[in-house]
């Protein structure tokens, strides 16, 4: 049973990994998501079946249109590999080594958002409002469902806890870029990180999105270390954040309960 559902997971990762691939050009572009069918960006050809595999359409073609050899992004194999990944360990993790059933159905979309948000940030710093409302929508869905089988109780007797975690993870990062602006003179993160932290808040909980922007924070420090030591950056230059809290909250979804004790370790709380 193990088997064959984790080859599921892997293959429909792959699936939406290509649909994940359409929204990363098209949302940025302001393009319709429905129309036109898939078509090479050079030479307008209609793609067809056998072109759209996801994964093996890639390496077959070996990254170039069949119809005018034009090289295709090794981002189209990356975000199809990267999905169909996390979905495996998305459902291994939370389907056959725990059973959180409700997990899977709340971390698999949240995570195919998370991989366009990483990928459209890096090249072209926005992060499309509609992605970021998705994650709050559907977080809110799922802790639905909780209070609906009484597993979770309202905050002060009517509050949706997914509600109140995204609305405190929004705050914070307003609170953030207005110290980061006073102390720096700079923005430090725009009004796109603020809705993602949003959607941070309702999925992943406010206790587990604050270890993933805490994580983001540091990994993005050290990125920013490296590029500035290799001098491909110069102090004070913008860098997407995004990115790192898509990473952040990616690490946070595995790794919440490890982290939270090693850093009470290091804290001196243990
Ligand atoms: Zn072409």
Redesign the pocket.
């Known amino acids: 049973m193990e088997i064959p559902l984790l080859v599921g997971a892997f293959i429909g990762g792959a699936v939406v990994g290509s649909f994940l691939n359409m929204l990363i050009w098209r949302l940025p572009r302001d393009e319709s998501i429905l129309f036109p069918p898939s078509?090479?960006?050079?030479?307008?050809?209609r793609l067809h079946t056998l072109d759209l595999i996801p994964i093996l359409s890639y390496i077959f073609l070996r990254g170039r249109?069949?119809?005018?050899?034009?090289k295709i992004e090794p981002r189209y194999l990356i975000v199809e590999l990267a999905s169909s990944l996390l979905a495996l360990l998305i459902v291994y993790k939370f389907l056959i080594y725990d059973y959180e059933p409700l997990l899977v159905l709340l971390y698999l979309p949240f995570t195919f958002a998370l991989i366009a948000v990483f990928f459209i940030d890096l090249q072209h710093y926005i992060i499309p409002d509609e992605l970021s409302l998705f994650t709050i929508g559907w977080g809110v869905a799922v802790d639905g469902i909780r209070i609906w089988r009484g597993e979770q109780p309202l905050i002060a007797g009517f509050i949706p806890p997914a509600i109140l975690s995204a609305l405190a993870m929004g705050v914070l990062i307003i609170l953030i870029n207005l110290l980061g602006r006073k102390m720096f003179k700079k923005e430090s993160m725009g009004g796109g990180d603020v809705m993602l932290g949003g959607g941070m808040g309702a999925c992943l909980g406010w206790q587990n999105a604050l270890v993933a922007f805490f994580l983001a924070v540091l990994i993005g420090a050290l990125w920013g270390v490296i590029l500035i030591v290799k001098r491909k950056k110069k102090w004070g230059t913008y860098i997407a954040f995004g990115p790192f809290l898509v990473i952040g909250s990616i690490g946070a979804i595995f790794f919440a309960p490890q982290l939270i004790d090693l850093y009470l370790t290091f804290a001196g709380f243990k």
């Open positions: 078509h090479c960006p050079k030479c307008n050809a249109c069949r119809y005018c050899g034009e």
